[in-house]
């Protein structure tokens, strides 16, 4: 069974960095969309960043566009996001999920139901 492992969570002030990464392990991210999702406490899960690894091809929600980066790499099958100028609204968990290797219609590139299998996540938070 495929199992996704995100590390990299912490605690920053709002201006700092982090870098979350996600081992993939019995299975590969060729081929797939892999994305990054968030949730708040009492919000639903957000997806944010989205990567089809057969072309690199990326998708950022407008909340995180110009200041995440997803990455990847698939010899080591890892997927990876780079959090810049993070914001108190950023505090979250952090999960990475794995997708289908085709997705359609590009309203499905960050939507969650279409990802079916997640890692536990990683906390991030974001103080002023």
């Known amino acids: 069974q495929v199992q996704l492992v995100e590390s990299g969570g912490g605690s920053v002030q709002a201006g700092g960095s982090l870098r979350l990464s996600c081992a993939v392990s019995?299975?590969?991210?060729?081929?797939?969309?892999m994305g990054w999702f968030r949730q708040a406490p009492g919000k639903g899960r957000e997806g944010i960043a989205a990567?089809?690894?057969?072309?690199?091809?990326?998708y950022y929600a407008d909340s995180v566009k110009d200041r995440f980066t997803i990455s990847y790499d698939n010899a080591k099958n890892m997927l990876f996001l780079q959090m810049n100028t993070l914001k108190p609204e950023d505090t979250a968990m952090y999960y990475c999920?794995?997708?289908?290797?085709?997705?359609?219609?590009?309203?499905?590139?960050?939507?969650?139901?279409?990802?079916?299998?997640w890692g536990q996540g990683t906390q991030v938070t974001v103080s002023s």
């Open positions: 999920a794995r997708g289908p290797t085709a997705l359609g219609s590009s309203a499905n590139r960050l939507a969650p139901e279409m990802y079916n299998i």
């Open positions: 019995r299975g590969s991210i060729n081929n797939r969309y």
């Open positions: 990567v089809t690894t057969a072309s690199g091809l990326s």
